[in-house]
């Protein structure tokens, strides 16, 4: 009878959990996306790429980055220079565009924002300067800069305007902005106060976030495009997981939908790619850059910098990633306009050639006695694998390098001064700011430009390449202006400032009833915007 | 007996005062820029510069300190330059999730671990107890994230018996958070499905951490049981005929476990900062997670308060354990004058 008992418990248990199971298979229009860490949610703070994602969904910038490179209308319908020097800007923008709370979105929610924007000094609004704003009428907007900038119009695709008044009722006071409070930047945190395709439901910092689909998104739903099965996701689920074991296991039992951050390791890829269930869509790609400090010896060796760059087996190094996409790339992204290929050409290792660079470099007598540090951040395995490449490469022509793995906080914070960069640093850049060729450019190689992890080659010297990169932000014309950018790629590779491996797609993994983008946008963010994705429920319901 | 606790708590509050100081100290030395940090790739140096000015980084240590220690006075520990809210909040967030990850964990470790011990060590010798010597080395040897490993892709994806990660499903949605302990939020909300739910996804990760505590518990109260069983007050029950399960409960299980309680208590502070392994491959959002987190991301007024919870589990889990153990011996009881 006891023994009865036990076995009606496990039964009971069992068939608990079967149920439970199918309840969770259900096909429901929703999609549970990995992005990293969404730090925060308010558009005058949010700083990197996790953010970007979640702020094309829930917000919508003043300009679009374009398929083609540059920007195109959206909440700004036209604009124009107002002077001739390129500080007075006039927006116009687009008519009947709607707040989530239902509210039109006018030129007084632009110029608030801009000035809340501009106010707070955090987020990506360092690259904007100094900006005012005057109201001109319901619809446009002017913006008077500290300095004169072509590409003003470009960087406001990182400009996402807030609703005034629903933010001005949520301020709390007191706090670091005066009469504005804290500028509602708690209450954003967990709320949201766009006009995205998607309204934030709610919001647990560093862990979740719900958003249900805005019917009256000013872009509409248009099924143009799609197959028939291929509907509007209704509900998104953001879940903000970094091992990607575990999100394997997640992909792989359908309990995760896309995963937009690409961190998968290799054997990961080829079982996604293996799976008939899955699908790998690749949108944009990282320049994988190793700075060389060219204020460190041996590296402040501009012979040695060549060395370095033909002693390096880059066709080792691709190897098996090349069949997910990682190859060839240079100061841009290959598929950049403007792009233009640097040296060595054609990209394989050349060691006479790098002895003879070797032989032209100070240290010709005395390589032994030389050694090159490259640090890369702790916990990346293909970084590490970039500096053991290059440690075997060099020691076939007598030089040590020493590779290490600092955490983070430490190895970013060592690119803060040219003493304490070491020799060869390596980093990832996507492409998160428009125009995406001054990210490349200006950003990572004017005196002006980012600095720190930006910069950290530290050579400023050439008065050429300065007064280029100058002109790039003065020439109004795009096509001028990429003649510009072809013209000083060329400069910066003679240096020998960087090398670069190859570049990494950042492939994401997605269920196979997941459609999408509809259109290719090389920038971080559009492409993670969800109104570019579609579910096939029919599919689903089958696969489940 | 109050005056005891009362002294015991005197005295942490100057251990908490020490520990915030260090920790205050290692965390404005360590290597990075929590400024940077707290303003992401794209800001400026002016930016940067500023943000220096408004978290007081440029002032000297003790100014830094006495900021701080004004606002902790107010119950303010700042604001995290990594989640952008004030840390209490986060702390509020997160420490319910541990907190019922670890004493579940404890309640599997205490059970398991000290009932094998005690059979282990009354069966001295015995198949039983050579198995779970062996058991108890492999729990020992295994680290906490490669039983969560093994154990959510045998039973959550190869047997499908255990759900996956998280707390709950991810398509579920939490009960009103009035705890922050899922299963009691779902039964104050009415919910005992959702409790069961809760439940359910609590019981791998809990064993993950339980495994070496059950081993290491397991052996020490096996030593202790043997080593009572050969004190003469035992022999002379036997002698006299008492019966075994009497002298075992009355006489041998109490002084036995002193020990292992003891164990336990520093188990359970220890957890509080050793979970994040666990709780990364389960999804746990919780404490030990934030409490990492913060590290690599040098949020400075996280780093401290995370060491602060920590520093007070610790003292307080080892008071209550001294409270305990007055209760199971009674010469600590009059030593320490609890009557």
């Not at chain 1, 500290?146 to 400009?159: E, R, Y």
């Not at chain 1, 039992?253 to 990961?268: F, V």
């Not at chain 2, 702390?91 to 470790?109: D, G, N, R």
């Given at each position: 009878?006891?023994?009865?008992?036990?076995?009606?418990?496990?039964?009971?248990?069992?068939?608990?959990?079967?149920?439970?199971?199918?309840?969770?298979?259900?096909?429901?229009?929703?999609?549970?996306?990995?992005?990293?860490?969404?730090?925060?949610?308010?558009?005058?703070?949010?700083?990197?790429?996790?953010?970007?994602?979640?702020?094309y969904?829930?917000y919508s910038p003043l300009v679009y980055p374009a398929p083609e490179g540059g920007v195109r209308p959206h909440l700004a319908a036209i604009w124009d220079v107002v002077?001739?020097?390129?500080?007075h800007w006039r927006f116009t923008l687009r008519q009947g565009v709607k707040f989530?709370?239902?509210n039109e979105l006018t030129a007084e929610d632009v110029a608030f924002s801009m000035?809340?924007?501009?106010?707070?000094?955090?987020?990506?609004?360092?690259?904007?300067?100094?900006v005012?704003t005057t109201v001109v009428d319901r619809y446009t907007v002017d913006f008077?800069?500290?300095?004169?900038?072509v590409i003003f119009p470009d960087t406001l695709a990182l400009f996402f305007p807030v609703e005034k008044?629903?933010?001005?009722?949520?301020?709390?006071?007191?706090?670091?902005?005066?009469?504005?409070?804290?500028?509602?930047?708690?209450?954003?945190?967990?709320?949201?106060?766009g006009t995205g395709p998607?309204?934030?439901?709610?919001?647990?910092?560093?862990?979740?976030?719900?958003?249900?689909?805005f019917?009256d998104y000013f872009q509409g739903w248009s099924?143009?495009?799609?197959?028939?099965?291929?509907?509007?996701?209704?509900?998104?689920?953001?879940?903000?997981?970094?091992?990607?074991?575990?999100?394997?296991?997640?992909?792989?039992?359908?309990?995760?939908?896309?995963?937009?951050?690409?961190?998968?390791?290799?054997?990961?890829?080829?079982?996604?790619?293996?799976?008939?269930?899955?699908?790998?869509?690749?949108?944009?790609?990282?320049?994988?850059?190793?700075?060389?400090?060219?204020?460190?010896?041996?590296?402040?060796?501009?012979?040695?910098?060549?060395?370095?760059?033909?002693?390096?087996?880059?066709?080792?190094?691709?190897?098996?990633?090349?069949?997910?996409?990682?190859?060839?790339?240079?100061?841009?992204?290959?598929?950049?306009?403007?792009?233009?290929?640097?040296?060595?050409?054609?990209?394989?290792?050349?060691?006479?050639?790098?002895?003879?660079?070797?032989?032209?470099?100070?240290?010709?007598?005395?390589?032994?006695?030389?050694?090159?540090?490259?640090?890369?951040?702790?916990?990346?395995?293909?970084?590490?694998?970039?500096?053991?490449?290059?440690?075997?490469?060099?020691?076939?022509?007598?030089?040590?390098?020493?590779?290490?793995?600092?955490?983070?906080?430490?190895?970013?914070?060592?690119?803060?001064?040219?003493?304490?960069?070491?020799?060869?640093?390596?980093?990832?850049?996507?492409?998160?700011?428009t125009p995406?060729?001054?990210?490349?450019?200006?950003?990572?190689?004017?005196?002006?430009?980012?600095?720190?992890?930006?910069?950290?080659?530290?050579?400023?010297?050439?008065?050429?390449?300065?007064?280029?990169?100058?002109?790039?932000?003065?020439?109004p014309?795009t096509?001028?202006?990429?003649?510009?950018?072809?013209?000083?790629?060329?400069?910066?590779?003679?240096?020998?400032?960087?090398?670069?491996?190859?570049?990494?797609?950042?492939?994401?993994?997605?269920?196979?009833?997941?459609?999408?983008?509809?259109e290719?946008i090389?920038?971080?963010?559009p492409?993670?915007n969800?109104h570019?994705?579609?579910?096939?429920?029919?599919?689903?319901?089958?696969?489940? | 007996?109050?005056?005891?606790?009362?002294?015991?708590?005197?005295?942490?509050?100057?251990?908490?005062?020490?520990?915030?100081?260090?920790?205050?100290?290692?965390?404005?030395?360590?290597?990075?820029?929590?400024?940077?940090?707290?303003?992401?790739?794209?800001?400026?140096?002016?930016?940067?510069?500023?943000?220096?000015?408004?978290?007081?980084?440029?002032?000297?240590?003790?100014?830094?300190?006495?900021?701080?220690?004004?606002?902790?006075?107010?119950?303010?520990?700042?604001?995290?330059?990594?989640?952008?809210?004030?840390?209490?909040?986060?702390?509020?967030?997160?420490?319910?999730?541990?907190?019922?990850?670890?004493?579940?964990?404890?309640?599997?470790?205490?059970?398991?671990?000290?009932?094998?011990?005690?059979?282990?060590?009354?069966?001295?010798?015995?198949?039983?107890?050579?198995?779970?010597?062996?058991?108890?080395?492999?729990?020992?040897?295994?680290?906490?994230?490669?039983?969560?490993?093994?154990?959510?892709?045998?039973?959550?994806?190869?047997?499908?018996?255990?759900?996956?990660?998280?707390?709950?499903?991810?398509?579920?949605?939490?009960?009103?958070?009035?705890?922050?302990?899922?299963?009691?939020?779902?039964?104050?909300?009415?919910?005992?499905?959702?409790?069961?739910?809760?439940?359910?996804?609590?019981?791998?990760?809990?064993?993950?951490?339980?495994?070496?505590?059950?081993?290491?518990?397991?052996?020490?109260?096996?030593?202790?049981?043997?080593?009572?069983?050969?004190?003469?007050?035992?022999?002379?029950?036997?002698?006299?005929?008492?019966?075994?399960?009497?002298?075992?409960?009355?006489?041998?299980?109490?002084?036995?476990?002193?020990?292992?309680?003891?164990?336990?208590?520093?188990?359970?502070?220890?957890?509080?900062?050793?979970?994040?392994?666990?709780?990364?491959?389960?999804?746990?959002?919780?404490?030990?997670?934030?409490?990492?987190?913060?590290?690599?991301?040098?949020?400075?007024?996280?780093?401290?308060?995370?060491?602060?919870?920590?520093?007070?589990?610790?003292?307080?889990?080892?008071?209550?354990?001294?409270?305990?153990?007055?209760?199971?011996?009674?010469?600590?009881?009059?030593?320490?004058?609890?009557?």
């Amino acid at each position: 009878m006891k023994i009865k008992g036990v076995w009606c418990l496990i039964f009971a248990i069992v068939a608990m959990s079967l149920v439970s199971l199918l309840a969770i298979g259900a096909a429901e229009n929703v999609a549970v996306i990995n992005g990293y860490p969404v730090i925060t949610a308010d558009p005058a703070t949010a700083s990197d790429w996790y953010d970007t994602e979640t702020m094309y969904n829930l917000y919508s910038p003043l300009v679009y980055p374009a398929p083609e490179g540059g920007v195109r209308p959206h909440l700004a319908a036209i604009w124009d220079v107002v002077d001739g020097d390129f500080t007075h800007w006039r927006f116009t923008l687009r008519q009947g565009v709607k707040f989530h709370s239902g509210n039109e979105l006018t030129a007084e929610d632009v110029a608030f924002s801009m000035t809340r924007f501009i106010g707070m000094g955090r987020g990506n609004s360092g690259p904007l300067g100094q900006v005012t704003t005057t109201v001109v009428d319901r619809y446009t907007v002017d913006f008077f800069l500290d300095k004169p900038s072509v590409i003003f119009p470009d960087t406001l695709a990182l400009f996402f305007p807030v609703e005034k008044d629903l933010v001005l009722a949520n301020i709390k006071t007191p706090g670091n902005y005066g009469e504005f409070g804290d500028y509602g930047e708690d209450w954003l945190t967990t709320h949201d106060a766009g006009t995205g395709p998607y309204m934030m439901t709610s919001h647990i910092p560093g862990q979740r976030l719900d958003a249900t689909r805005f019917v009256d998104y000013f872009q509409g739903w248009s099924n143009e495009g799609w197959e028939p099965d291929e509907v509007p996701i209704e509900r998104l689920i953001f879940i903000m997981e970094t091992d990607y074991t575990t999100l394997m296991t997640l992909l792989k039992s359908g309990d995760l939908d896309l995963e937009i951050n690409g961190g998968w390791t290799l054997p990961q890829l080829q079982q996604i790619k293996d799976d008939a269930n899955l699908g790998l869509a690749s949108v944009w790609a990282q320049n994988v850059t190793v700075w060389m400090n060219s204020k460190a010896p041996p590296t402040a060796d501009e012979h040695f910098r060549k060395a370095i760059l033909y002693a390096f087996d880059y066709e080792g190094i691709v190897g098996p990633w090349e069949e997910f996409g990682n190859g060839e790339t240079g100061i841009f992204l290959p598929n950049m306009p403007g792009y233009v290929p640097i040296d060595p050409q054609p990209r394989v290792q050349n060691l006479e050639r790098a002895r003879q660079e070797l032989a032209l470099s100070k240290y010709a007598n005395n390589l032994g006695d030389v050694k090159v540090v490259f640090h890369f951040c702790g916990g990346l395995d293909f970084e590490e694998d970039i500096g053991l490449q290059l440690q075997a490469d060099m020691a076939q022509l007598g030089v040590t390098v020493e590779v290490a793995g600092p955490p983070w906080p430490q190895y970013s914070a060592e690119c803060s001064s040219p003493e304490s960069t070491p020799n060869m640093t390596i980093f990832l850049f996507g492409p998160q700011a428009t125009p995406t060729q001054d990210y490349y450019t200006y950003s990572m190689f004017a005196p002006n430009g980012l600095g720190w992890i930006f910069e950290a080659h530290w050579y400023f010297e050439d008065p050429e390449i300065i007064e280029l990169l100058d002109a790039t932000r003065a020439e109004p014309d795009t096509v001028k202006r990429l003649a510009l950018y072809e013209q000083v790629q060329p400069l910066i590779a003679e240096h020998a400032l960087a090398f670069y491996p190859y570049q990494k797609p950042t492939l994401f993994a997605h269920q196979a009833y997941i459609v999408g983008p509809s259109e290719t946008i090389v920038f971080i963010g559009p492409s993670e915007n969800m109104h570019m994705w579609r579910i096939n429920l029919t599919l689903k319901e089958t696969l489940r | 007996m109050l005056t005891f606790i009362g002294k015991r708590l005197f005295q942490s509050l100057f251990v908490l005062f020490g520990l915030s100081l260090l920790i205050f100290f290692i965390a404005r030395v360590m290597p990075g820029d929590p400024a940077r940090a707290a303003l992401g790739f794209l800001a400026t140096e002016e930016q940067v510069e500023s943000m220096r000015e408004e978290m007081h980084l440029n002032d000297p240590f003790h100014v830094q300190y006495y900021f701080w220690l004004r606002n902790l006075v107010r119950g303010d520990l700042g604001r995290s330059s990594y989640t952008h809210r004030p840390v209490t909040t986060d702390l509020i967030q997160y420490i319910p999730a541990t907190f019922e990850l670890i004493l579940f964990a404890t309640l599997i470790s205490a059970i398991v671990g000290q009932v094998t011990g005690v059979l282990a060590g009354y069966f001295r010798n015995s198949w039983f107890d050579g198995l779970s010597r062996l058991v108890s080395y492999l729990g020992i040897a295994t680290p906490s994230f490669v039983v969560a490993i093994f154990l959510l892709f045998i039973f959550s994806q190869v047997l499908k018996l255990a759900p996956g990660v998280g707390r709950l499903p991810i398509m579920m949605t939490p009960p009103r958070t009035i705890t922050g302990f899922m299963i009691v939020d779902s039964l104050l909300a009415g919910q005992p499905d959702l409790a069961l739910t809760a439940l359910k996804h609590l019981i791998l990760p809990a064993i993950s951490l339980a495994v070496i505590h059950i081993a290491q518990e397991g052996r020490i109260t096996r030593t202790s049981i043997v080593e009572n069983m050969q004190k003469d007050y035992i022999t002379i029950h036997k002698v006299h005929g008492i019966r075994t399960s009497r002298i075992m409960f009355k006489y041998l299980l109490k002084p036995s476990i002193i020990p292992t309680v003891t164990v336990m208590g520093l188990d359970f502070a220890f957890l509080m900062s050793n979970a994040f392994l666990v709780e990364i491959v389960y999804m746990w959002p919780g404490f030990s997670r934030y409490a990492v987190t913060a590290m690599l991301n040098k949020d400075l007024n996280a780093i401290v308060a995370v060491v602060l919870v920590i520093g007070l589990t610790f003292a307080l889990v080892n008071l209550l354990v001294d409270i305990i153990i007055m209760g199971l011996d009674p010469t600590v009881r009059l030593r320490r004058g609890g009557g």
